[in-house]
């Protein structure tokens, strides 16, 4: 009887929020608004980098090659005590490119926050961007970016959208479909004016707010997240674009996936909590209304459909066992004397109806989202793409019990 109410009740909140995001679909058709730069402004990009030795050069690189007036622009690797070859790879490359606007600053590690702040302080810009070391941008990226400021003095921040670099691995080619289907989301969050995370991936801040705000929590697992629920509270909007990309390197194994994602669930959680009196409160909009509820609700609800999963199955997976330990195995004997015993009226309708929906529903997002990204639906393979849907929403549920047993013994890890 519990385990009907739990179902339920997850499928009537599952149903009524895929419902009312296809509405935002097909209805809001809002797109931010931009207006031409006419004297371009001056940049501080700050890269925090924590032993980034494989990827630093691609990324410095990538800055180097950016559309833009190199007079207009500075480039900072803050290097928060790394203990690879960073420092001088860096040290190499600005002595190979003097022409460069690109300065290294060393401290001793204490975290993203820091590093960023550091580099906050540091900065001579009008406009503060961050770029994570592992992540490329395209060259008309910040032409592309800046216009959105100059369309609103209340523009807080403005997010590029993000896709993963050279997916090799089938857990990275998972994660490529992912990634285009959280930018679509983000894309109808951003219609409701409800983004919830500023990503490393080359977000650009306004300076003067982000100085206002007190620059980022140094003592947060997730500041570019934190970051934004202040922006919210003190309202400020954020936008997410669509007409310039970021690329970032994913992980490559499942171990990296399960560590990355138990850091982002439980930085997403613990700001929520931390920023609770925002909860359904119609002064912050959206945001407080339908978005930080939907961040523990979600959470919840993968946690209960694992449960409710592993009950269905495990139960009749151990009497099979115990069915074939009591012939000492002889699957023939099993075999000989199957007979299947099937009658349409046995089927559960309202299962098969609640299956048909979601999945319905699903390939609406999942279509409309490989479209928002001008991308192809098996550009990563059938195998990737299927393994996607079948299989890595019960790698999110694990990693969700993980996330909740972490916050009952209060571990938290750091960058």
């Given at each position: 009887?519990?385990?009907?109410?739990?179902?339920?009740?997850?499928?009537?909140?599952?149903?009524?929020?895929?419902?009312?995001?296809?509405?935002?679909?097909?209805?809001?058709?809002?797109?931010?608004?931009?207006?031409?730069?006419?004297?371009?402004?001056?940049?501080?990009?700050?890269?925090?980098?924590?032993?980034?030795?494989?990827?630093?050069?691609?990324?410095?690189?990538?800055?180097?090659?950016?559309?833009?007036?190199?007079?207009?622009?500075?480039?900072?690797?803050?290097?928060?005590?790394?203990?690879?070859?960073?420092?001088?790879?860096?040290?190499?490359?600005?002595?190979?490119?003097?022409?460069?606007?690109?300065?290294?600053?060393?401290?001793?590690?204490?975290?993203?926050?820091?590093?960023?702040?550091?580099?906050?302080?540091?900065?001579?810009?009008?406009?503060?961007?961050?770029?994570?070391?592992?992540?490329?941008?395209?060259?008309?990226?910040?032409?592309?970016?800046?216009?959105?400021?100059?369309?609103?003095?209340?523009?807080?921040?403005?997010?590029?959208?993000?896709?993963?670099?050279?997916?090799?691995?089938?857990?990275?080619?998972?994660?490529?479909?992912?990634?285009?289907?959280?930018?679509?989301?983000?894309?109808?969050?951003n219609a409701l004016n409800c983004i919830h995370v500023a990503p490393g991936p080359f977000s650009i801040y306004r300076k003067s707010i982000?100085?206002?705000?007190?620059?980022?929590?140094?003592?947060?697992?997730?500041?570019?997240?934190e970051i934004v629920f202040r922006m919210h509270k003190h309202k400020y909007r954020v936008v997410q674009t669509y007409d310039t990309e970021?690329?970032?390197?994913?992980?490559?194994?499942?171990?990296?996936?399960?560590?990355?994602?138990?850091?982002?669930?439980?930085?997403?959680?613990?700001?929520?909590?931390?920023?609770?009196?925002?909860?359904?409160?119609?002064?912050?909009?959206?945001?407080?209304?339908?978005?930080?509820?939907?961040?523990?609700?979600?959470?919840?609800?993968?946690?209960?459909?694992?449960?409710?999963?592993?009950?269905?199955?495990?139960?009749?997976?151990?009497?099979?066992?115990?069915?074939?330990?009591?012939?000492?195995?002889?699957?023939?004997?099993?075999?000989?004397?199957?007979?299947?015993?099937?009658?349409?009226?046995?089927?559960?309708?309202?299962?098969?109806?609640?299956?048909?929906?979601?999945?319905?529903?699903?390939?609406?997002?999942?279509?409309?989202?490989?479209?928002?990204?001008?991308?192809?639906?098996?550009?990563?393979?059938?195998?990737?793409?299927?393994?996607?849907?079948?299989?890595?929403?019960?790698?999110?549920?694990?990693?969700?019990?993980?996330?909740?047993?972490?916050?009952?013994?209060?571990?938290?890890?750091?960058?």
């Amino acid at each position: 009887m519990i385990l009907n109410i739990l179902f339920w009740t997850v499928y009537f909140i599952s149903l009524y929020l895929g419902v009312f995001w296809i509405m935002v679909i097909f209805e809001n058709k809002h797109y931010p608004e931009k207006k031409p730069i006419k004297n371009y402004p001056f940049v501080s990009v700050v890269l925090p980098a924590y032993n980034e030795e494989d990827s630093i050069k691609g990324s410095i690189m990538s800055l180097f090659d950016l559309d833009y007036p190199k007079d207009k622009m500075e480039i900072m690797v803050v290097n928060d005590g790394s203990t690879d070859h960073t420092k001088n790879i860096v040290k190499r490359i600005i002595k190979d490119n003097p022409e460069q606007p690109l300065r290294l600053i060393s401290k001793k590690n204490g975290g993203k926050g820091k590093a960023l702040n550091l580099g906050l302080k540091e900065s001579r810009g009008d406009f503060f961007v961050c770029l994570d070391a592992d992540s490329f941008v395209r060259k008309d990226a910040l032409k592309k970016m800046l216009p959105y400021f100059y369309a609103d003095r209340n523009m807080a921040a403005v997010l590029p959208l993000m896709k993963i670099k050279k997916a090799e691995s089938n857990i990275q080619k998972i994660q490529w479909y992912e990634y285009l289907i959280n930018m679509f989301y983000k894309k109808l969050m951003n219609a409701l004016n409800c983004i919830h995370v500023a990503p490393g991936p080359f977000s650009i801040y306004r300076k003067s707010i982000l100085e206002k705000l007190g620059g980022f929590d140094e003592n947060n697992l997730t500041e570019d997240l934190e970051i934004v629920f202040r922006m919210h509270k003190h309202k400020y909007r954020v936008v997410q674009t669509y007409d310039t990309e970021v690329y970032t390197i994913a992980p490559k194994d499942i171990r990296g996936v399960v560590k990355q994602r138990n850091r982002w669930f439980k930085g997403s959680t613990l700001n929520v909590i931390n920023y609770r009196r925002m909860l359904f409160r119609k002064e912050y909009g959206n945001f407080g209304m339908l978005q930080m509820p939907s961040i523990i609700l979600s959470g919840v609800i993968v946690i209960i459909l694992l449960f409710l999963m592993i009950n269905r199955i495990i139960p009749p997976l151990v009497s099979n066992l115990f069915n074939f330990a009591s012939v000492d195995f002889d699957f023939m004997t099993f075999i000989y004397n199957f007979s299947l015993n099937f009658s349409i009226l046995d089927l559960d309708y309202m299962a098969l109806i609640t299956i048909m929906t979601m999945i319905m529903m699903s390939l609406i997002f999942f279509v409309n989202s490989i479209r928002n990204a001008n991308e192809r639906m098996f550009r990563k393979g059938v195998f990737s793409l299927f393994t996607y849907f079948l299989f890595y929403y019960l790698l999110m549920g694990f990693i969700w019990v993980g996330v909740f047993f972490d916050l009952i013994f209060r571990r938290v890890q750091k960058w």
